[in-house]
């Protein structure tokens, strides 16, 4: 509910709107709380992936320190770009931005145990993806009946599925730990289980930022018990700088058809998931619909973003949709609050010992954390796929996608005959069942006969009626 204390109905409508400053600090920098901990993760995800990080005792771990910091401060640029705007980039509202989820599938199979070497060909990529996502900027609206409920809804639940296992490792001790003694210990899940009851309990018994910042809460209160059982070293922030700007192409920079093609093939899905997100922002916030412009300049940003962020070592930037949540629970829709939070956002990217604070969390306490996170992308793409109409069509592409997709993930070794790119790329699951979803849906018949499910689906076949979005 809004605050009329800080502005009228109308002015808290207005992106254009700045409340007081007393007002606009705290807001902005609740609106950086609530996305935090996922913007950080995907780094300390990628170098685990990669060899140096948690449990590694590489020496390259301070690489991981860097990668965080740099996903601080590019999502604060990045944010920036959407709420202030240059020229035709940005939406000029109240979005933001941060490292996106959705790429994490594609990047680990090009890293997995390679070392920070490997990193170059991601920067590679997400120099050329972010380019071509900006390209999407131009067409992006005229593209979006490729992904509808069916499609979109089906990509973001394998993208939470390829990460719950990346959960439980953590919560388990981490992939270091596996076949030790220590790996799955009851100490570990202690300390996973408390940020996860944590979490659940401020979710469900509080309210407005409690509720919201439930996550970092979390893992504040687990950090907290993992420092009383003596799991926490602070060695890192000793000897962390106090100030470090970012260093360009920090990893250095390889260009990978593999990657280049994994990187535009998904940020496709992420340009839709921004335009989403925008739609989301003016309806909850304004009680309206986006404008054209206010879409594709939402999509600049995005792209570029994202190039940018690859030229310093930085991941992906998307549209952050817990954030859309946080403007329609407030009422205030000031792209100036958020442009107060990018600032803090790249404040905190120039603090490298903010990076070896968060480098300190145990895997363990992280663990608990991602599990909650990785189920709630699930179960987002749950929620899409419930605006879909369940007729026998929809399900025999929903099932043919999934099965492939899914089973190819579970199974990389079926396809060891495979060239090296195609194999990165069909075993990431989440590209092959995006694309048999996106094809079959735009060909296959709006209706199938009664007969033509019955046979395969024992029964179950959906009996929905009409032709959903996704027909």
């Known amino acids: ?69 740099m996903s601080m401060f590019f999502a604060g640029i990045a944010t920036l770009f959407q709420t202030i705007g240059i020229g035709p980039v940005g939406a000029r509202l109240p979005i933001v931005q941060g490292t996106s989820f959705a790429f994490i599938p594609i990047m680990i199979p090009l890293v997995a145990g390679k070392g920070v070497d490997a990193i170059a060909v991601l920067m590679g990529g997400i120099l050329v993806g972010g380019m071509f996502h900006a390209f999407l900027g131009l067409f992006i609206g005229k593209l979006r009946f490729a992904l509808p409920p069916l499609v979109t809804g089906l990509v973001v639940t394998m993208i939470g599925l390829a990460l719950v296992k990346v959960g439980v490792q953590y919560a388990a001790g981490g992939v270091p730990a596996i076949g030790t003694p220590e790996y799955g210990s009851a100490l570990n899940w202690t300390m996973a289980g408390v940020v996860i009851l944590v979490t659940l309990g401020l979710k469900f018994f509080t309210r407005g930022m409690l509720s919201i910042s439930a996550v970092l809460v979390g893992l504040l209160v687990g950090y907290a018990v993992a420092f009383a059982l003596g799991q926490v070293n602070l060695g890192n922030v000793g000897r962390a700088a106090s100030f470090a700007l970012p260093h360009p192409l920090h990893f250095g920079m390889e260009f990978s058809v593999a990657a280049i093609v994994g990187f535009c093939l998904m940020s496709f899905v992420s340009a839709v998931e921004t335009v989403g997100d925008v739609s989301g922002i003016t309806k909850g916030g304004a009680g309206r619909e986006a404008t054209d412009k206010e879409i594709q300049g939402a999509t600049f940003a995005d792209g570029i973003g994202t190039a940018i962020s690859g030229l310093f070592g930085a991941l992906p930037n998307t549209s952050f949709s817990q954030n859309v949540g946080l403007i329609a629970m407030t009422g205030v829709m000031s792209r100036h609050v958020v442009t107060i939070g990018a600032i803090f956002l790249i404040v905190c990217g120039l603090v490298p010992k903010i990076g070896a604070i968060i480098s300190s969390i145990p895997i363990e306490v992280l663990g608990g954390g991602v599990i909650v996170m990785f189920g709630m992308v699930v179960a987002a793409g749950i929620s899409m796929l419930s605006d879909v109409t369940w007729n026998r069509r929809n399900m025999v592409i929903f099932a043919i996608a999934l099965s492939l997709g899914l089973g190819l993930q579970l199974e990389p070794d079926a396809l060891q005959y495979l060239p090296g790119t195609l194999k990165v790329l069909a075993t990431s699951g989440i590209l092959p069942a995006a694309l048999i979803a996106i094809v079959l849906n735009l060909v296959l018949p709006e209706e199938l006969s009664d007969e033509a499910t019955e046979e395969v689906s024992g029964g179950l076949s959906g009996h929905g009626k009409g032709r959903s979005d996704s027909a």
Do not use: K, W
Not at 14 to 41: K, R, W
Not at 43 to 54: D, L, Q, S, T
């Open 1 to 69: 509910m809004a605050d009329t204390s800080i502005g009228t109905a109308e002015q808290l409508r207005d992106p254009n709107y700045t409340p007081p400053i007393a007002q606009a600090i705290p807001l902005g920098i609740q609106h950086v709380l609530a996305m935090f901990v996922s913007n950080v993760t995907p780094a300390i995800i990628v170098c685990g992936a990669a060899g140096f990080g948690f449990g590694s005792n590489s020496a390259d771990f301070p690489q991981m320190i860097y990668m965080i910091q």
